[in-house]
Each structure stands twice: as C-alpha cells, then as structure tokens.
DNA sequence: CTTCTAACA
DNA sequence: TGTTAGAA
C-alpha cells in the first residue's frame, strides 16, 4: 500500500485510549469523563455494559478544549458549546483541504501548497505560497513549478 | 492494577 | 464532583 500524504496530514487518529490515559493526559477526572459522556458531551468508541471504554485522538483534543474553556471559567455547557463551534470550523477546513491539497509544491523558491486546477480548463494551479510567516495565493502552470516528492 | 456502576458524602 | 464499595 502507498503513503497517503492527506491522511498522514489531515488525521491523526487510529490511536486509541483508555479513560485513565486520557485522565492523566487532560487532568479531567474520569468521573468526569463519564459525566460528560452521560452529558452526550463526549462519546466512547466502544461502550459496552462493563467494559471499558476506548478513545479516539479526536477526543483527547476535545476533552483538552473543554478543559480549556472551564479553566477560563465557562460552565461545562459554555465549554461544550465553544468546542462544538471550533470543531464545525475545523471539520468544514478539513473536508476543504481533503479535497483541495494536491501536494507541496515549490514556488517563488518557497513551500507552496498545490490546491489544484484553478479552473475548468485545467491550465493553472491555485499555488498558497508560504515565505516565513507570510503567505500568499499566485495561479501557474504545474510545468512552471517544481513539486516536492510526497512521503 | 485498572475500569465499571451505583450510591453516598 | 469526589470518593468508595464490590465486581469484572
């Protein structure tokens, strides 16, 4: 089987916890973990009677973002509310690049991002130039820049 | 030794 | 929420 660039890019999950690896990775108590679950807050990859209950990395990230917001003093709800917003954005960016990003190309003698044919007629590529922490959009032909090998 | 559920502080 | 008991 090949690298996938996208998924070893846009995905970092097939990891999997337990409630007291992700308790001892958040400070959230696993008391809690089974609040918020009960809450419809967070849910378990599996949760069968009396088993124990499995973790994605996804989330670890979200029980660290709920975390976050109580520290900043929200209620649990609030928390909940904030990360739900920051994960429909994330997700909408995710689907977006999933299916944008073609490869890192070099531009301008930059790492550029190759976000695909720009139009129907399959002549230019949507380049997002990256120069230090500037960045900015420039359409070329693929022939006129240089791509960088994937994996 | 860790996790589960349920109940009490 | 913390803690605890007894079972798995």
Redesign the pocket.
Known sequence: MSFDLKKSMLSMDNLIF????I?EMTGV????L???EKRGYIHPLTKE?????QYDFKTVIAVLSIKHY?DEGYT?QAAVSKVSQYTKQASLFHRFMRRQLKGISIVDGHDALDLGYFDGTKTKKLYGVINGSETYFKLLNPDEVQDIPLG
């Open positions: 337990g409630i007291g690896q308790s108590s696993t008391r809690q089974r609040y918020w009677d009396g088993k124990a209950r109580l649990l």
